[in-house]
Antibody
Framework: EVQLLESGGGLVQPGGSLRLSCAAS????????MSWVRQAPGKGLEWVSG????????YYADSVKGRFTISRDNSKNMLYLQMNSLSAEDTAVYYC????????????????WGRGTLVTVSS | DIQLTQSPSSLSASVGDRVTITCRTS??????LNWYQQKPRKAPKLLIY???SLQSGVPSRFSGSGSGTDFTLTISSLQPEDFATYYC?????????FGQGTKVDIK
């Protein structure tokens, strides 16, 4: 079955760190770029970070640049998001999303989403 | 970053109505525009990509049009399962910014 399954969310104190994971199955993981998209409670969607299929190109939203690091292990079909220096503004459901292409070029779109994992930053 | 503005932010409609949602971008993006549907507590679902291409499995009552800076998502005859929030997203440049969403609810 083609699916994405996120894990690693939870409650963390301001200034803390958390590592999210996304397990992919049912498709050739290394052929596709992947992303993390988040949604704060009651708010819209925000693209957080992306990574090409090879792992050679990374992209970050300004709001997380320097604090978050995206990575992947193509041998394990896993995507990760290391989040440091967390603040209340990072509280959100974090979705793992598969890109239609190997990189964020030409006509790309998110054609597969996970169910999301909730990150709550609070003291 | 490219800004996307959807209108309206919300609308009330009845089953069978024709519904149109607009997305305007802050700069020209050719046809690099996607549409997603999100139901409460669910992940988004791709409806339309490249402005007017229907994703496999999506009902034909959904259609997209536009290019440059102005885009439209149309639902030709609203069905009960279509009550949801709809987002546009540009893929012209990274970050692939989203519009703020349009909530479609029952009149």
């Amino acid at each position: 079955e083609v699916q994405l399954l996120e894990s690693g969310g939870g409650l963390v104190q301001p200034g803390g760190s958390l590592r999210l994971s996304c397990a992919a199955s049912g498709f050739t993981f290394s052929s596709y770029a992947m992303s993390w998209v988040r949604q704060a409670p009651g708010k819209g969607l925000e693209w957080v970070s992306g990574l090409s299929g090879s792992g050679g190109s990374t992209y970050y939203a300004d709001s997380v640049k320097g604090r978050f690091t995206i990575s992947r292990d193509n041998s394990k079909n896993m995507l990760y998001l290391q989040m440091n220096s967390l603040s209340a503004e990072d509280t959100a459901v974090y979705y793992c999303a598969k890109c239609s292409n190997g990189d964020y070029v030409y006509y790309w779109y998110f054609d597969l989403w996970g169910r999301g994992t909730l990150v709550t930053v609070s003291s | 970053d490219i800004q996307l503005t959807q209108s309206p932010s919300s609308l009330s409609a009845s089953v069978g109505d024709r519904v149109t949602i607009t997305c305007r971008t802050s700069q020209s993006i050719s046809s690099y525009l996607n549409w997603y549907q999100q139901k409460p507590r669910k992940a988004p679902k791709l409806l339309i990509y490249a402005a007017s291409s229907l994703q496999s499995g999506v009902p034909s009552r959904f259609s997209g049009s536009g290019s440059g800076t102005d885009f439209t998502l149309t639902i030709s005859s609203l069905q009960p399962e279509d009550f949801a929030t709809y987002y546009c997203q540009q893929s012209y440049s990274t970050p692939g910014t989203f519009g703020q969403g349009t909530k479609v609810d029952i009149k």
